[in-house]
């Protein structure tokens, strides 16, 4: 039997052995592919051009975001679901923790590159490394929020296609820093933040007002930080010295 405890319905019966398979397939496919990708990897970097195209279309995508929340939230309250009556966010204050955590550590890491790679990469870090954890966690829960009549799905649509279109411009922001790269622990850390979501979804994926979704939210909240800054730890050479700066060319840069 499902549970509506918060915003989202649980999962119940063949739904959560079906999700839980998914999870799992997918966690042994992306471990799989730290072990056998040719690590570490830069993605490409974008030009002036691209640059201000990323940047515009993430700051499009929010605020078509706030404006298509807002109108969910209003037309949910007209229909008496109590939007502002559900259980409390507990799991904002690990985000924010962690959020300043990597921002710091990320400066730090890089305060030897200049302060404009430092800082902007911590911004950058900071930025995505949340989304690495919502853009799947989105995806699992969308079709159990509560249905908003008259149409249901056309309301889902409304909230979640501007949410994950803000989650994958704002993971493209990546692109913009020229110390972040693909290391064996960014595919183990999301490979074990995908396990942690297999193991929640055994117990229905609930939101997190009960001990074990809770810690198990949290887990894969911290394993998903952890992804994102697994991207951003500075090379080391054979003899342990970091890495090289790069040359001037290389330095990022405003896209202004």
Request: hydrophobic share 55%.
């Amino acid at each position: 039997m499902t549970t509506q405890h918060g915003l989202w319905t649980s999962y119940s019966g063949t739904g959560e052995i079906v999700l839980a398979a998914a999870l799992v397939g997918a966690a042994a496919v992306v471990a799989y592919a730290g072990l056998r990708l040719p690590l570490p990897a830069r993605l490409p970097r974008p030009g002036r051009t691209a640059k201000v195209c990323m940047i515009t279309a993430w700051l499009v995508a929010v605020a078509a975001f706030l404006v298509c929340a807002s109108l969910y939230v209003l037309h949910a309250e007209r229909e008496h679901f109590g939007i502002h009556s559900t259980p409390g966010d507990p799991i904002t204050p690990v985000t924010v923790i962690g959020l300043g955590i990597i921002w710091f550590a990320v400066t730090l890491m890089h305060s030897s590159r200049g302060w404009r790679i430092a800082l902007g990469s911590g911004l950058i870090a900071a930025l995505a490394a949340p989304w690495i954890f919502e853009l799947p966690f989105d995806l699992v829960i969308m079709t159990r929020t509560a249905p908003i009549p008259p149409d249901p799905a056309s309301y889902r649509i409304l909230l979640f296609a501007p949410l994950l279109a803000v989650a994958i411009t704002t993971l493209a922001v990546l692109t913009l820093s020229p110390v972040m790269r693909l290391t064996r622990p960014t595919f183990w850390c999301f490979a074990a933040m995908l396990a942690v979501f297999a193991v929640w979804s055994l117990d229905g994926f609930g939101y997190p007002s009960a001990p074990v979704p809770f810690a198990l939210n949290v887990a894969s909240k911290i394993l998903g930080l952890a992804t994102g800054l697994s991207m951003f730890v500075p090379e080391r050479s054979e003899a342990g010295t970091p890495e090289l700066k790069p040359a001037p060319q290389e330095a990022w840069t405003s896209v202004m």
